[in-house]
Structure formats: structure tokens, C-alpha cells
Nanobody, 125 residues
């Protein structure tokens, strides 16, 4: 599967953005789809994941209550709605996919087989 991420941009603190990850070449079917982010000088970190077949979700503690991951079946797309953005959220965001949901996993980059290109999120006044 090929992944195409979009939706990044510049937003003020407290603002919102919605990222999208479109899959092509395969239906997401039983996939797990995740979002990760990487800030300059930091390791890539898990943000959120969704199990395509059931809609079950996982979130990093740092984004719970502010970010929402969802799926749009008709468009083979996963969205990441980001609200109440903070300076700490500024990073390059990547979507990733794994053909089967990994129970007890899905929070490590090594859990994923496919990666999209990143999209930059800048939070600044």
C-alpha cells in the first residue's frame, strides 16, 4: 500500500488542523493505521492509531482529549483531527500502516511496514 499524508500547515497555539492519510494500492481492510511525529533532534514518537476493521483507537497520553483519529471508508482515508494545538505538537507528522492490527502493539515505529511522506505542522503565533 502507498500512503499519502496531507493537511499540515501553520497554526496559532490553541488552533486546529486536520491531517489526512490516503491509502492506495490496497484496501485498508484489516490494517492498523497510525500517526507518528518527529520534531527536530527528537525521536519519532507515536501519536495515535486506528484499527480499520473495528474503528478501535489508541492515543499517546500527550494528545488524549485533544486529537481524534478516524476513518473514512469510502475514501480509504484516515484523518487526524488536532485541536488545542501547542508548541510541543510542532513536528513532521507521518502516517504508517500495518497489514494486521498488532494486539498490545501499534505504538512503535517498528510495528509498521508502510510509511507515507511527512507533513509539517508548525504551531506558532
Amino acid at each position: 500500500v502507498q500512503l499519502q499524508a496531507s493537511g499540515g500547515g501553520l497554526v496559532q497555539p490553541g488552533g486546529s488542523l486536520r491531517l489526512s492519510c490516503v491509502g492506495s494500492g490496497d484496501s485498508f481492510g484489516n490494517y492498523g493505521i497510525g500517526w507518528f511525529r518527529q520534531a527536530p533532534g527528537k525521536e519519532r514518537e507515536f501519536v495515535a492509531a486506528i484499527r480499520w476493521s473495528t474503528g478501535a483507537t489508541l492515543y499517546a497520553d500527550s494528545v488524549k482529549g485533544r486529537f481524534t483519529i478516524s476513518r473514512e471508508r469510502a475514501k480509504n482515508t484516515v484523518h487526524l483531527q488536532m485541536n488545542s494545538l501547542k508548541a510541543d505538537d510542532m513536528a513532521v507528522y507521518y502516517c504508517a500502516a500495518r497489514p494486521r492490527w498488532l494486539v498490545g502493539g501499534m505504538t512503535k515505529a517498528d510495528d509498521y511496514a508502510y510509511w507515507g511522506q511527512g507533513t509539517q505542522v508548525t504551531v506558532s503565533s
